[in-house]
C-alpha cells in the first residue's frame, strides 16, 4: 500500500525479552518519528530521523529503547529487556518535511504487551 | 509536565449539531498547533492545522480557532456526523522544531 506500515500489530513479550518493531514509511518521506501511546493517552514523542540521521532521540525512556534508520527508508525500533511499563503502542509517523512539523502520517502501529 | 492539555476525555453531541472540542497549551513557544482524528486501531490521521499568524483556519466542516494569549485553541465541526465519532487529539511543535507534543485525547460521540 501507499501508507506507512508497521509490524508486527500485535506483540506479546514476556518480561526480560528483546522485541523489534519495524516500520516502512511513506516512499520518498525524508522524516521519520517513532512514538509510543499508552493506554488513555496521547502519542508521546520517542525519536526523530532525517533519511538515516537520528536527529532527536531525547524521548527514548531508558537505554534499553534503541532505534535505527540504517538506509533512510525501513526504520527498526529495538526495546531489549522489555518491562510491564513497556506495554503500549508503538506509533511511527513520516513526511515530507526536513526542518518543520508539518502533517504526518501514521501507521496503525505495534501493539506491545509485556507479561 | 503536560505542555498540551486536553481537559474533556469525552463528547457527546447530536448529529447536524455543532461540536467544540477544546485544547490548552503552557508552552508558549509552541508556534504552530494540528488536531488529528484517530478511529479505533487506527493511527491518527491529520485533520486540520494553523500557525500562531493566524487566529483562525478553516476546511469544510472543520474549523480551528486560536487564542494566543490565552494559549487555547478549539476545533469546531459543523455540522457533527455520525462519521465524525473518533477520539480527536491536539497536538502542538515550534516550526523551527521537528516533534510533535499530543493532548490525551478528546472521544467525541456524535449520535444519530
Known amino acids: 500500500g501507499a501508507g506507512v506500515s508497521q509490524s508486527p500489530r500485535y506483540k506479546v513479550a514476556k518480561r526480560g525479552q528483546d522485541v523489534a518493531l519495524r516500520c516502512d514509511p511513506i516512499?520518498?518521506?525524508?522524516?521519520l518519528f517513532w512514538y509510543q501511546q499508552a493506554l488513555g493517552q496521547g502519542p508521546e514523542f520517542l525519536t526523530y530521523f532525517q533519511n538515516e540521521a537520528q536527529l532527536d532521540k531525547s524521548g527514548l525512556p531508558s537505554d534499553r529503547f534503541f532505534a535505527e534508520r540504517p538506509e533512510g527508508s525501513v526504520s527498526t525500533l529495538k526495546i531489549q529487556r522489555t518491562q510491564q511499563e513497556d506495554s503500549a503502542v508503538y506509533l511511527c509517523?513520516?513526511?515530507?518535511?526536513?526542518?518543520?512539523?508539518?502533517?504526518?502520517?501514521f501507521g496503525e502501529g505495534s501493539r506491545l504487551t509485556v507479561l | 509536565d503536560q505542555q498540551v492539555k486536553q481537559n474533556s476525555p469525552s463528547l457527546s453531541v447530536q448529529e447536524g449539531r455543532i461540536s467544540i472540542l477544546n485544547c490548552d497549551y503552557t508552552?508558549?513557544?509552541?508556534?504552530?498547533f494540528l488536531w488529528y482524528k484517530k478511529y479505533p486501531a487506527e493511527g491518527p490521521t491529520f485533520l486540520i492545522s494553523i500557525s500562531s499568524i493566524k487566529d483562525k483556519n478553516e476546511d469544510g466542516r472543520f474549523t480551528v480557532f486560536l487564542n494566543k494569549s490565552a494559549k487555547h485553541l478549539s476545533l469546531h465541526i459543523v455540522p457533527s456526523q455520525p462519521g465524525d465519532s473518533a477520539v480527536y487529539f491536539c497536538a502542538a511543535s515550534r516550526l523551527s522544531g521537528s516533534r510533535l507534543t499530543f493532548g490525551e485525547g478528546t472521544q467525541l460521540t456524535v449520535n444519530p
Open positions: 508552552n508558549s513557544m509552541f508556534d504552530y
Open positions: 516512499s520518498g518521506h525524508v522524516s
Open positions: 509517523a513520516s513526511s515530507l518535511g526536513r526542518r518543520q512539523p508539518g502533517e504526518l502520517f
